[in-house]
């Protein structure tokens, strides 16, 4: 198992190197519409919240459990 990880630590330390050892000039830059940009930010913001707003209603769900003993 100590085999594995040293074999998979290196082989992720070397990939940069193999990487920069490409010689690649001529890479085409992909772009994003506007617009999906903006829905991803809506959507992670909604899920953020969304995320607190369950812990924190479930937190005081939990509080009245233990008060009504």
Known sequence: MNQL????????MSVPLF?????????????VNTIWVIVFVVLFVVSCVGFFAYIWMKDDKSKQVASDK
Do not use: G, R, Y
């Open 5 to 12: 990880q040293s074999a998979v630590a290196l082989f992720l």
């Open 19 to 31: 990487a920069a050892a490409q010689d690649k000039v001529d890479v085409p830059v992909n772009t």
